[in-house]
């Protein structure tokens, strides 16, 4: 129903700079708030940032000042850029969209399938 296709991990040295990309596709009637979570090997999933289709932004203490969201609605897609990146940062970065989809009342939350990033010298 809804589709989440994520893009922009990789490997980069501390300090550096990545963004991330997440698209929603489908037969989307409205979203909410979109975000982004991350999942360290061992961790629980935390969640990064988030955005309101009004664009209230929320984040993570760990990241505020180094990580900016981004949405645009027209294309219903999401952004993280991440600025003075840290080893700590490594995670697999998942999207997140909170949609409502033709036909339905109802929100519900949406998942994308991940993408790496690697922070290491």
């Known amino acids: 129903q809804v589709q989440l296709v994520e893009s922009g991990g990789g490997l980069v040295q501390p300090g550096g700079s990545l963004r991330l990309s997440c698209a929603a596709s489908g037969s989307i009637s409205s979203i909410n708030r979109m975000g982004w979570y991350r999942q360290a090997p061992g961790k629980e999933r935390e969640l990064v940032a988030s955005i309101t289709s009004g664009g209230t932004t929320r984040y993570a203490d760990s990241v505020k000042g180094r990580f900016t969201i981004s949405r645009d609605n027209a294309k219903s897609t999401v952004y993280l850029q991440m600025n003075s990146l840290k080893p700590e940062d490594t995670a697999v970065y998942y999207c997140?969209?909170?949609?409502?989809?033709?036909?339905?009342?109802?929100?519900?939350?949406?998942w994308g399938q991940g993408t790496q990033v690697t922070v290491s010298s």
């Open positions: 997140n969209a909170n949609a409502r989809v033709a036909g339905s009342f109802f929100y519900n939350d949406y």
